[in-house]
């Protein structure tokens, strides 16, 4: 069964850091670069962030050189080390497969992260 538990969210200050991470499910985990994702109100998820089994890394053109994807795979867990944020940075961020998904896809609960000063 897939599961993917999100944690490490809150509320910061702009300029601030927050370390996000993302327990996944065995059988996905195992098979699949991961990513992150983020959905702001009102606007559609993006992706965020992407690694791939071996440690290979992609992001997106608003988080580079901010953002550091990364993963443990003896835990299962991808986390997302987010630094310098802006409020722009608003957002429900969840953890997923990188490809394959689909309108019925599952996500987890997601986090939320709020920079506000």
């Known amino acids: 069964q897939v599961q993917l538990v999100e944690s490490g969210g809150g509320l910061v200050q702009p300029g601030g850091s927050l370390r996000l991470s993302c327990a996944a499910s065995?059988?996905?985990?195992?098979?699949?670069?991961m990513a992150w994702y983020r959905q702001a109100p009102g606007k559609q998820r993006d992706l965020v962030a992407a690694?791939?089994?071996?440690?290979?890394?992609n992001y997106e053109d608003p988080v580079k050189g901010r953002f550091t994807i990364s993963r443990d795979n003896a835990k299962n867990t991808v986390y997302l080390q987010m630094n310098s944020l802006k409020p722009e940075d608003t957002a429900v961020y969840y953890c997923?497969?990188?490809?394959?998904?689909?309108?019925?896809?599952?996500w987890g609960q997601g986090t939320q992260v709020t920079v506000s000063s």
């Open positions: 997923n497969r990188r490809y394959g998904l689909g309108p019925n896809s599952y």
């Open positions: 065995g059988r996905l985990f195992s098979v699949n670069t």
């Open positions: 690694i791939t089994g071996g440690g290979t890394t």
